[in-house]
């Protein structure tokens, strides 16, 4: 009878090693999966966020550039009446008539 309860315990204790073995790998595995899900989500939120740097720097320029379009508009709309005017200044001290100065003076 102690031999059986004794083959019982050994098989038991085998049982049980076994079993915490087994435990044991699947707590690496987990461990392993959850380390590679981590490093995933890292590698996702990197690449949304070079994305996000991309599209705001993007922007930010598209935004530049039609600030200095319209700042090179606005100067050169100033020049060409500036240019007018010291054309127009010129004509006057010069007393000089033109065809184009007669048009201009008629409105036409």
């Known amino acids: 009878m102690s031999l059986v309860l004794t083959a019982a315990l050994v098989a038991a204790s085998v ?4 079993l915490a073995q087994e435990r044991a790998s699947l707590s690496q595995e987990l461990t392993a999966e959850r380390f590679a899900h981590v490093k995933t989500r890292v590698a996702m939120k990197n690449v949304e966020m070079r994305f996000a740097t991309y599209a705001l720097d993007n922007r930010v320029r598209r935004e530049f550039v039609d600030e200095r379009l319209q700042k090179q508009e606005e100067q ?3 020049l060409e009446r500036k240019e ?3 054309r127009q200044q010129k004509l006057a001290e010069a007393n000089c008539i033109t065809p184009k100065s007669i048009l201009q003076a008629a409105g036409l």
Do not use: K, T
């Open 15 to 18: 049982q049980v090693y076994s």
């Open 76 to 78: 050169s709309a100033e």
């Open 84 to 86: 007018e005017a010291v």
